[in-house]
């Protein structure tokens, strides 16, 4: 039991001065507890047993009622944890008071699997108080579908967020019937599995999204077209077959850990300043190659940029980015564990960033000149190269 008392104010003749605050202050100051601990406040005095029940946020997370680390060791004991939890939400939702709720989370990601259709009754509930935000993170050690239409016809909320995490390679299969999010500007989804013409239905029902992240998504194809977007993040382990971004009014770009680009790149991104490209590959074929670096070469309007190609079986040449444009915006550039001939890729960089002020070489693994005569030829390449603008250099971790 959270140890709570309302300390009275002796130079106030006695007056609690936390519960004379108005109430739209105190519910305020309770928000930032998790419902569990707001509920608890119940047994200061008499004036606060109801106080919890306006609170705007309910925060449920199955951690603070001591399930063990380990509970494949403690198996016996898991059912006692997950019925007090429901217990709680349950009386919770039935006994608040009937008003919109600013701020759902309801975090199950700790190794118990919880059963659709309590997951359902959840959200359903939580869906008719119509909230603005809503948070929703899972732990599942089998597979499963979760149906999202209750969420995602949610017209009132403005930030979804829906994270699963599994065992092993296994992925939940996200259902998207209908959409219809007018106000939402941001989105974070998190291993799951949907179609191709889920995303699109998706992008469509958010015709004010300003903020997209797919962690870890499976999906063949990705399209993503929006003229509000300004913030993009994409992570993905598996293969992507085609990958297409329209998005004029994007800033800020991260993708990562894409791993082996197999199709056709399509990229419109006119207001991007900031970049940062993680793309890595067993194979290390050469078209694989060439379309991670093709997606570097959309980029050259950028102001600050950060690249990690790791492809263990092949270097970066200077062949291959022979025929990237002038970055006439850049600034500041990092190069994390790339593959290529010494000084091929900053060198480039160097030579076609007349702006740059800020180059960073980090864990680099490089290999012995190839395409210069010898050491001396190499040396004087990089004396000549002078930027009115660059100020810093740093080298750390050269392999």
Same mark, same amino acid.
């Given at each position: ?7 009275? /104010? ?25 419902? +569990? ?66 701020r759902f989370q309801l975090c199950l990601d700790s190794g ?24 929703? +993170?899972?732990? /599942? ?59 699109? +239905? ?33 992570? /993905? ?39 940062s490209i993680y793309i890595w590959g067993w194979h290390g ?43 006439? *915006?850049? +600034? ?21 960033s007349p702006k740059l002020q800020e180059l960073t070489l980090? *864990? ?36």
């Amino acid at each position: 039991m959270m140890n709570i008392k309302a300390r009275v /104010s002796e130079e106030n003749d006695g007056i609690d001065m936390i519960t004379s605050l108005p109430n739209d202050i105190l519910t305020h100051i309770l928000s930032f507890l998790s419902t +569990k601990n707001t509920v608890q406040t119940c047994i200061l005095s008499k004036g606060w047993i109801n106080t919890w029940a306006s609170v705007p946020d309910l925060k449920f997370d199955i951690k603070e009622f001591g399930l063990p680390e380990n509970i494949d060791d403690h198996e016996m004991h898991v059912e006692e944890f997950v019925t007090k939890f429901e217990l709680l939400v349950k009386n919770v939702l039935e006994k608040r008071e009937a008003f919109r709720v600013n701020r759902f989370q309801l975090c199950l990601d700790s190794g118990v699997f919880w059963p659709c259709k309590v997951l359902a009754d959840y959200i359903s509930d939580v869906m008719k108080l119509e909230p603005r935000e809503c948070s929703i +993170k899972l732990c /599942s050690r089998e597979k499963f579908n979760l149906n999202t239409d209750l969420i995602f016809t949610c017209a009132s909320l403005i930030y979804v967020e829906l994270c699963v995490s599994t065992k092993g390679r296994l992925f939940v299969a996200m259902e998207l019937n209908s959409v219809n999010l007018p106000c939402l500007k941001t989105l974070k989804l998190g291993r799951v599995r949907m179609s191709d013409d889920s995303l699109k +239905k998706l992008l469509l029902g958010c015709p004010v999204l300003e903020e997209l992240v797919l962690e870890n998504i499976n999906i063949d194809i990705i399209e993503i077209c929006s003229n509000t977007l300004k913030k993009l993040v994409l992570n /993905s382990y598996y293969s992507v077959k085609r990958l297409q971004i329209s998005t004029p009014n994007l800033q800020y770009l991260d993708i990562s850990k894409l791993r082996d680009l197999r199709g056709n790149l399509l990229l419109t991104m006119p207001s991007l300043v900031d970049a940062s490209i993680y793309i890595w590959g067993w194979h290390g074929k050469d078209e694989y190659v060439t379309r991670g670096l093709n997606l570097i070469h959309n980029l050259s309007n950028v102001e600050s940029l950060r690249i990690d190609l790791n492809f263990p079986n092949r270097k970066t040449q200077m062949k291959d980015i022979s025929s990237f444009p002038v970055f006439k *915006n850049l +600034k500041c550039l990092k190069l994390v564990s790339c593959r290529f001939n010494v000084f091929d890729l900053p060198l480039y960089f160097l030579h076609h960033s007349p702006k740059l002020q800020e180059l960073t070489l980090t *864990n680099i693994h490089a290999v012995r000149v190839t395409d210069f005569s010898n050491e001396e030829t190499t040396l004087e390449r990089m004396r000549v190269v002078q930027r009115e603008y660059l100020k810093t250099v740093r080298v750390a971790g050269l392999i």
